[in-house]
């Protein structure tokens, strides 16, 4: 999370630099708090995607590995409005965490077979976390 903090005060203090030198009348210091304001916002909102676009561009291997899952319903919140149809909690053998991801009914029903008691997990990682790219129930 200092990263994060660190590059929206990094982005703001580019766009307080750009206005004072950019301006060379009204530089009042209203201005140029309001160019600092703008620019921290704006590096914090784009750098809260960073670690999972690090991981999903530069992973150092890709694993696959069967794990534990739980299925509830419903699902995740997707906003403001609404649920998914239905959740599935994976649990990641990387970071020892659970994930959860967004599915619906009708995948469990075609995927998903009585017996089936684990799920076999493909995902990119690298020190900083992990990035799921699929997976399938299994026997296990």
Request: proline share 2%; charged share 20%; with cysteine.
């Amino acid at each position: 999370m200092d990263n994060i903090f660190c590059t929206g005060i990094i982005t703001g203090a580019l766009s307080f630099i750009y206005a004072f030198y950019i301006r060379t009348f009204n530089r009042t210091l209203k201005y140029l708090l309001n160019a600092f304001t703008g620019g921290f916002c704006l590096g914090f909102i784009l750098s809260l995607n960073y670690y999972d676009v690090c991981i999903y561009l530069f992973p150092d291997k890709v694993i696959s590995y069967e794990s534990e899952y739980d299925v509830v319903f419903p699902g995740p919140s997707r906003g403001k409005y609404g649920h998914c149809e239905a959740g599935l909690w994976l649990k990641d053998q990387n970071t020892s965490r659970w994930i959860q991801l967004c599915t619906n009914k009708e995948f469990l029903r075609s995927h998903h077979k009585q017996g089936m008691t684990g799920v076999w997990v493909t995902a990119r990682v690298n020190k900083i976390g992990s990035y799921i790219e699929k997976y399938e129930f299994i026997y296990m």
